[in-house]
Structure formats: structure tokens, C-alpha cells
């Protein structure tokens, strides 16, 4: 599964599990309440997703920019590093987050650099990947050996 907005790939949980072929598994009850604490992580960490997009949304409310393709480029950024690409649009990684004159696309780039550096901000992109990164511990140690 991927998380949406910020595209990043997560273990399937229950509801994504119920429509494949394994879901006889979910009949085990030991296997379930592993599941749960995957539907669990997956609603906090889509919780922190929505609330990354709100706190950014309030940040650029007067500027024309996708605001999804916008929480993308800052939980990146803020994560994993890099820079958005200033010509005819403003991107990164092949994401359009927005359109209009080189004046308006310059602001937009500096309000990303604001953010960027926004502890507020670093502090939910931090939460996000720490939530990822607990799934995934607890999918390699309580799922991938399910006996």
C-alpha cells in the first residue's frame, strides 16, 4: 500500500488484506490482533498526513499551488533532503506544485523554504516517518514469521 499525499509505501493492512487472496489469514485470531496494530499505525500515521497538509494549506492560503503535490514536496524535503526545480513551473520530483508568472513561483519557493525550516512543521514530517518506520518494524518482527 502506498500512504496517500505522500506516496510512501506501507505493509497492506486489514482492509487492503480483506480483498486479496490471503484473506483466510485474518480468520486467525492471533494474526488479526497483529493486524490491528498495523490499522492502528496506518490511521495515526494517516491522522499526521492530514494534519501536515491542514498546517501547510494555512501557510500558503493566498498562493496558487497544489496543495497535495505541495505536502509531498515538504515531507520529502524535510526527510529525505533535495531542491525544487524553478523554470516555466515549480517542481520536484517530476510533481507539479504550481504554475504562473516566475514572480508568483518565486514567492511560492520561499515559502517552501520557510516551511521547510518551520519546526513545526519538521516536527509532524519527523512524526510521519517515525510512524512509518514502527509499522515496518512491526511487520518484519510480528508478520513476516507469523507461525
Known amino acids: 500500500m502506498k500512504v496517500e499525499i505522500i506516496d510512501m509505501d506501507i505493509p497492506c493492512n486489514t482492509t487492503c488484506l480483506e480483498s486479496t487472496e490471503f484473506k483466510s489469514l485474518l480468520e486467525n485470531e492471533a494474526f488479526r490482533s497483529r493486524m490491528e496494530v498495523i490499522d492502528s499505525l496506518f490511521e495515526l500515521i494517516k491522522d499526521q498526513v492530514r494534519t501536515l497538509r491542514r498546517e501547510i494549506s494555512q ?32 517542481t520536484f520530483n517530476d510533481k507539479v506544485i504550481a504554475t504562473g508568472s516566475f514572480r508568483e513561483l518565486v514567492d511560492i519557493n520561499k515559502s ?30 510480528n508478520m513476516v514469521k507469523v507461525q
Open 112 to 141: 517552501i523554504e520557510k516551511m521547510r525550516s518551520d519546526q513545526d512543521i519538521r516536527s509532524i514530517c519527523d512524526e510521519i516517518r517515525y510512524l512509518i518506520e514502527a509499522l515496518w518494524e512491526h511487520f518484519n518482527k
Open 59 to 90: 501557510r500558503v492560503q493566498n498562493q496558487n499551488v497544489n496543495i497535495d503535490e505541495l505536502t509531498f514536496t515538504i515531507f520529502r524535503l524535510v526527510e529525505y533532503g533535495g531542491n525544487t526545480s524553478l523554470g516555466e513551473k515549480l
